[in-house]
């Protein structure tokens, strides 16, 4: 099975660098490496696992977990830069390694109001970008209505956050079921403020019952609660920033979620230029304003309330994936390519556009011997479809839900009807070879 090579700028020999490290080795490390290979760049990695998908390209492995500081010094000491996977990071730890010169892309104080749901609604405020309204759990209960280390009364103008945000709020209408703050009601959805990913670390609470059953197994703290938003499309920007405050922004992209699990992208997504534009102004806001350096992506809900921000994911992004075959320059490359201190490469996409489709598991499997051998059949077929590029992560054990890989299916157009019309075609092809999980 042979995939197309990712198209990235060239790098001649006396643009090399020294390598660049990665903290995490799973399948977005594994795409980053791909990537710094194709430009040259050697790439180490920092895992505990040897098996993750990135120690099979990176040039070498810190065998270390990922919040292990001393194992992130080690790695400092080959690397002239360091990115990380994702952003459960140990930020306090690693503050030590930033005083004594480690350059991390981004830099700790970029991320640090990022890898926390609260601060990053708190964020928003702040710059007046849109987002839902919130507020933390353990203030949503008037006081007496719930245990006594969730009965905070806060300001309800800062539980509803900016002022954009305010005028999408839930009105304080007269059926608010009673023991809510006043203006809120069910349904919302709850969100843990770190560690969730792939659906995990939410919560629909639809009636009381929901509440109480999660207040009692949580720490309200730890947790906020937004109104949920009335929504025809979930769009998501992906955004890149260099040393030098050069942004630039990737085609919007349409996703569509399988039980608050990614299951394809749309690229580019079918909305106004207005729509576009509006979007990449908050993006270009919010990386100018954090002195943010890397690639970034955010989540929008669009609606009749306009573009909200639902999250913000410093780091590549499963949304991006489309970019390694439909952009000049994938995320990956431009990843490498911003922490080694190269020149971001252009990110209009070379293609009229992409179908995205995450292949999830559906079944339970042990894992394999050989990881490679897995659902072979299955995946053959994939990549024969017309304009596919499958990419396979040869993680071991399979479980519904779980991103085994994804393929790409290149679309021809012409325009955003044949795009759409295309996309279904290819998406149901898909289907018929790789079903969805029953999560």
């Known amino acids: 099975m042979v995939q197309p090579r990712p198209a990235t700028p060239h790098v001649s020999a006396a643009e090399r660098r020294p390598p660049i490290g990665v903290v995490g080795g799973g399948q977005l490390a594994w795409m980053l490496a791909a990537a710094a290979r194709e430009l040259a ?3 180490l990695v920092q895992t505990p696992d040897p098996d993750d ?6 040039t070498d492995v810190i065998r270390a977990a990922v919040r292990d500081v001393e194992g992130t010094r080690r790695l400092a000491q080959r690397c002239s830069a360091i990115t990380f996977e994702n952003e459960w990071v140990d930020l306090a730890g690693l503050a030590s390694l930033a005083v004594d010169g480690v350059s991390f892309v981004p830099s700790l104080t970029a991320l640090e109001p990022l890898v926390c749901k609260r601060s990053q609604r708190e964020l928003l405020r702040r710059l007046n970008l849109p987002s839902p309204p919130w507020l933390p759990l353990s203030e949503l209960l008037l006081p007496g209505e719930g245990d006594d280390h969730h009965r905070r009364v806060g300001d309800l103008a ?7 945000a305010s005028a999408a709020a839930p009105p304080a209408a007269t059926n608010t079921l009673p023991g809510l703050r006043p203006g809120w009601q069910f349904p919302l959805m709850a969100k843990a403020v770190s560690g969730g990913y792939d659906g995990k670390g939410t919560a629909l609470l639809r009636d009381r019952g929901d509440l109480d059953a999660l207040l009692e197994r949580v720490d309200p703290e730890q947790w906020i609660v937004e109104t949920v938003v009335e929504f025809d499309q979930e769009l998501s920007q992906l955004v890149c920033r260099d040393r030098d405050g050069r942004v630039l ?9 399988h039980q608050r699990v990614c299951d394809w992208v749309l ?15 908050i993006a270009t806001s919010l990386l100018t304003a954090l002195d943010y350096v890397g690639v970034l992506s955010i989540e929008f ?5 306009g573009l909200q921000v639902n999250e913000i994911a410093p780091r590549t992004h499963n949304s991006g994936h489309v970019t390694i075959e439909a952009a000049h320059t994938s995320q990956f490359a431009q990843q490498a390519r911003i922490v080694a201190g190269l020149p971001m490469g252009p990110v209009e996409f070379k293609v009229p556009g992409a179908l995205m489709v995450n292949l999830l598991g559906f079944e339970h499997r042990q894992a394999d011997a050989h990881s490679d051998d897995a659902y072979r059949a299955e ?3 994939l990549a024969a479809l017309p304009g596919a590029a499958l990419h396979w992560y040869g993680k071991r054990g399979a479980r519904p839900g779980r991103k085994l890989g994804h393929i790409t299916l290149l679309l021809e157009g012409p325009g955003p009807a044949a795009l759409e019309q295309q996309a279904r075609a290819r998406l149901q092809a898909v289907r018929a070879l790789w079903p969805l999980p029953s999560l």
Do not use: D, I, K, M
């Open 249 to 257: 922004c990737y085609p919007l992209v349409r996703t569509h979620q």
């Open 379 to 381: 995946r053959e077929a």
């Open 53 to 58: 998908p990135a120690t099979r390209l990176a």
């Open 41 to 43: 760049l050697p790439l």
């Open 301 to 305: 809900f669009s609606g009749p309330c």
């Open 158 to 164: 800062h539980a509803q956050g900016s002022p954009a």
């Open 267 to 281: 690229a580019p997504a079918p909305v106004s230029h207005a729509v576009q534009a509006y979007a990449r102004n």
